[in-house]
């Protein structure tokens, strides 16, 4: 079973940085796309970024270009969000997901990490 | 505005259907497989149809998904007071080299 934990939220002021971090269990991590998608506060999914399976290919939200930065360790099973120069409309709940192949689809959730980016 | 178009909301009694659309264009759905996720407010989104029509093992048959051209529909058949739920379409668009998703459409159960 997919499991996916997310951790690093909290709240930030804006102009600062944030590094989000996913860990991933109950699956061949090393043959699966990463993302993470994001959710204001009572509005729809945003996808933010993915990247491939040994991360040489990184893909981005035109909001979050120049500004993010993803990454993946796949000896350790987790996957990065390295979020600088933050704005309050980064504030949303993020979710790390995973697709097994790379543009077709998000076969797991995990529960998410809230990033609050207010003064 | 999302890429993709979905109702903000749709509604019929227990026992009854619902179809919920999304709509894109060529450079997402008219190329690309098309998935489904339902969220309970408060939680994580979950798969419901991949592929544009498989559901994973765990959905029941009542849902289906469907494709044509730019276009893909949801249904759900027999609703249920636990189907209440936000319903969103997604999908890889190669102009944005990203994943697109719907507005999401919120399903009450009258």
């Known amino acids: 079973e997919v499991q996916l934990l997310e951790s690093g939220g909290g709240l930030v002021q804006p102009g600062g940085s944030l590094r989000l971090s996913c860990a991933a269990s109950g699956f061949m991590f090393v043959k699966y796309g990463m993302s993470w998608v994001r959710q204001a506060p009572g509005k729809g999914l945003e996808w933010v970024s993915s990247?491939?399976?040994?991360?040489?290919?990184?893909y981005y939200a035109d909001s979050v270009k120049g500004r993010f930065t993803i990454s993946r360790d796949n000896s350790k099973n987790t996957v990065d969000l390295q979020m600088n120069s933050l704005r309050v409309e980064d504030t949303a709940l993020y979710y790390c997901?995973?697709?097994?192949?790379?543009?077709?689809?998000?076969?797991?959730w995990g529960q998410g990490t809230l990033v609050t980016v207010s003064s | 505005q999302s890429v993709l178009t979905q109702p903000p909301s749709v509604s019929a009694a227990p026992g009854q259907k619902v179809t919920i659309s999304c709509s894109g264009s060529t450079s997402n759905i008219g190329n690309h497989y098309v998935s489904w996720y339902h969220q309970v407010p408060g939680t994580a989104p979950k798969l419901l149809i991949y592929d544009n029509y498989k559901r994973p093992s765990e959905i029941p048959d009542r849902f289906s998904g469907s494709r044509s051209g730019t276009s893909a529909s949801l249904g759900v058949t027999g609703l249920q007071a636990g189907d209440e739920a936000d319903y969103y379409c997604a999908a890889w668009d190669d102009s944005l080299s990203g994943w697109v998703f719907g507005g999401g459409t919120k399903l009450t159960v009258l």
């Open positions: 990247i491939n399976i040994d991360g040489a290919d990184t």
């Open positions: 997901a995973t697709d097994p192949y790379g543009t077709r689809y998000f076969v797991g």
